[in-house]
């Protein structure tokens, strides 16, 4: 049966509030075993650290094994899947290990006398070296869900930081048979040991509770004074607080901006006379934000309690990502299924829609959103599902473009809005509507990926517009047959490209400048790097394909359409 998230996330913040009291390294290696068992439901779990003499990992702790040389397994670096996950450092998992191909077989005489069929592996690390591995493992064959894999991979994680901890108070126990001022920093230690399983226990309380991010700063103002604030990888900030004597949240901003580049681990700044602290909200391989604090003097035990609040918040930023992925998923998905060729059941749609806060009887702008480079960033494309979400639209994503259906009465207003709001990617908004008929998105998005495409080609890039404030070069791309603009072209251009084609000269491009430079001989000679009487030349060549009027009036009106036109077919 599929672990439930919710309840998995509360039972790692519980491992987590039991690992922080434990005392030693093996009472941390039989939480981490014993509960991995329980988080995942499986047979047995065992841990391997790693031996730095030797370069390969040794059984140092299991539950539930029975075959005796089970405690003796020792993998090097890329054997086996245990060799895999300390090599590569990322999980690794396989239903059946024995019948498994990908892994290179050396303790199969082990695995066999234990039965052991379906195994996970996680590693443990430390300042983001390996310290061991982390399994759990079933008798009978099984897949693991990514959802098992993510709850394991954070219990490893508190597994590392336990481990720190647990090595620290070994060594401060050391130092107490020692001298009395060792024992004097052990008595202040355990008392800061217990302040933090008691912030964690409260904070553990505030998730149960469905606790929010800016709910969590203020706690930990409440408890340490100061100020705190949290912000996501684009420095936006998700919460914040201040007491009476912290100085302003922008003071935390702008250290992050400073730092960003130097916060895979915790950083601490000294700025406008106080003490700066910023630190990673990472969990795994993500890193999800920065939980950052400031104080005018130093606090007590602030990185502890700043690690024991990221790992909180990465526990609740994980929950919202895991959300706003299935929201974007069921948001593209019915936007693409409204955009697909065919009949389609409007009113299924509708409902559907309706369930994600999206009104289909309201007026309706879509637009479409291009790139500044070739194709859709992923940061570009979770700005635009983050906007359509805030928005209550729809939006789905291809290789080079977005597709927004927002609601609005204004397509010019609303294109310019969401270029604005994107204006950190140069992203060009195309839009055509409004409409309140969803049988007619289908040719508003082709009319708002025209403007879109216009407006790079009239050098417009990353503005927005809709395709009637294009003039009557959207006009005619939106509304004219694609067949009636390659006569149009044709009729205007296909001489002139012509007569390059068979002598090799550049007539079509010396028109384009000439146009360019208002008519302007030396202008055009500028532009073409050549001598103006090599322009002249080729005018009088142009007057005999064009013929004399070419170069007033409505037959230079055309023209110079025709050679937009070209440029925008990209021909």
Known sequence: MAVDLALGLRDVLDAAAELAAAQDEDAVLHIAIRRARQLVGTDLAYVMLLDPERGDTYMRMAEGATSPRFDTIRLGMGLGLGGQVAEAMAPRWTRNYLADEQYTHVIDPIIRDEGVKAILGVPVRTHGRLTGTLFTSDRGERDFTQDEITLVALLADQVSAALTAAERASRRRRELDETRDALDAERAHSTRLAATVDLHERLTRLVVAGATVPEIVDLLVDIEGGTAAVFDLAHREIGAARSAEGPPAELLRRVLDEVATDTERMVTRQSGGHLV????????????????????????????VLERVSSVIALILLGHRARDEADNRVRGEL???????????????????????VDVHADLIALVITPAETRMSRALQTECRSLARADGGLVTTY?????????????????????????????????????????????????????????????????????????????????????????????????????????????????????????????????????????????????????????????????????????????
């Open 277 to 304: 602290v910023v630190n990673p909200v990472v969990t795994g391989s993500d890193h999800l934000g920065y939980v950052t604090y400031a104080s005018r003097g130093s606090v007590p035990a602030i990185r502890r």
């Open 335 to 357: 936007l693409a299924e409204l955009l697909s060729p065919g009949e389609h059941d409007l009113e299924a749609i509708g409902r559907r829609a309706t369930l994600l806060g």
């Open 399 to 571: 290789g080079d473009r977005a597709v927004m259906l927002l609601p609005g009465s204004d397509a010019g207003e609303t294109a310019r809005d969401v270029a604005t709001r994107l204006s950190s990617y140069s992203a060009t908004v195309g839009a055509s509507g409004p409409t309140g008929d969803l049988v007619a998105v289908t040719d508003h998005v082709e009319r708002a990926r025209r403007a879109a495409q216009l407006l790079v080609a009239l050098d417009r890039a990353g503005e927005g517009a809709a395709t009637e404030e294009l003039g009557l070069y959207g006009l005619l791309f939106s509304e004219v047959d694609r067949g009636d603009v390659t006569q149009f072209i044709e009729r205007n251009l296909g001489p002139i490209r012509g007569y390059d084609r068979d002598r090799g000269t550049a007539l079509l491009e010396t028109l384009s400048a000439w146009f360019a430079a208002d008519a302007s001989p030396s202008g055009t000679a500028d532009r073409l790097y050549v001598h103006v009487n090599t322009v002249y030349q080729r005018l009088d060549r142009l007057d005999s394909v064009l013929g004399v009027g070419w170069r007033r009036g409505d037959r230079a009106m055309e023209l110079r359409l025709a050679l937009r036109m070209w440029e925008l077919r990209g021909s």
